[in-house]
């Protein structure tokens, strides 16, 4: 049997500032271990932007944008939507190594919130998602990408990646939790990937065979792929018949993200705190 949670303050206001407070102090922690750890960090910051110049490079000259375009302006929205994915990735592996080491258990065994474990994480993951997509942004700029429209839709599109890499941090911690040590979480990483490629990131879904495209249409890549395009005004052009979440991408990017927040933080907290007992 573990020990009963901390008794939570009286006010709603006064529970939502402990959570804060003791997720912050989370945050600090994950950041710490992160500088402690250069390998960790490089590999963690240097992977995005090797997509870029790996997809950029390789890919960039050689294939066509069906109506036209440059097609390295239609890729760079989708390699920053498949990096904000890779957050499930990151935050599983943080996590599952907490429970394998018995962090976990100590941390409920502390007078914290316990809400406040699986916001430290998300969090911590989306500050270190920030610095990514920074230099990925001035990768793709020296490659020649361009958002060619004004600053407020140009933010809008970066607001949407930051969004859905934080709901992918929900995910990760809510898989994290289910896995039992780091080893099994690492095993987990090949089928994720998949779930990237099959989308909108690098070719149009309309070229994909008439299943596979319907997997793409309603990939959630695909919904925030489109929805960067639009807003950096980007080739983003769905072919006749596209499904809904192509026809209208930012809309589809938010409510996959809100809805994925919605789904996996409270289960992820329900789990965090069910362990203990």
Known sequence: MGPDPAPPPATVRGR???????GLVLVRRELARLAR????????????VLMVLLFGYVFGGAMRVPGGGDYRQYLIPGVFAMTAMSAVLITASAVAADVGRGVMDRFRSM???RSAVPFGHTASCLVTGLMSLGLMTLC???LGWRARHGPGETAAGFGVLILFRYAMGWLGVLLGLAFRNEETADRFVPLVFPVSLIS?????????PAWLRVVAEWNPVSAVTGACRALFGDPALPGPGAAPPLRHP????????????????????????????
């Open 16 to 22: 939502l500032a402990w959570t804060v407070r003791d």
């Open 111 to 113: 007078p914290m919130a």
């Open 140 to 142: 793709a700029l020296a």
């Open 37 to 48: 750890d250069p390998g960790r960090a490089a590999g963690e910051l240097a992977f995005p």
């Open 250 to 277: 930012v809309a589809a990017a938010l409510l996959w993200s809100a809805v994925l927040i919605a789904v996996c933080a409270p289960l992820a907290v329900r789990r965090f705190g069910s362990r203990a007992r």
């Open 200 to 208: 909108d990131s690098y070719v149009p879904a309309g070229a994909m």
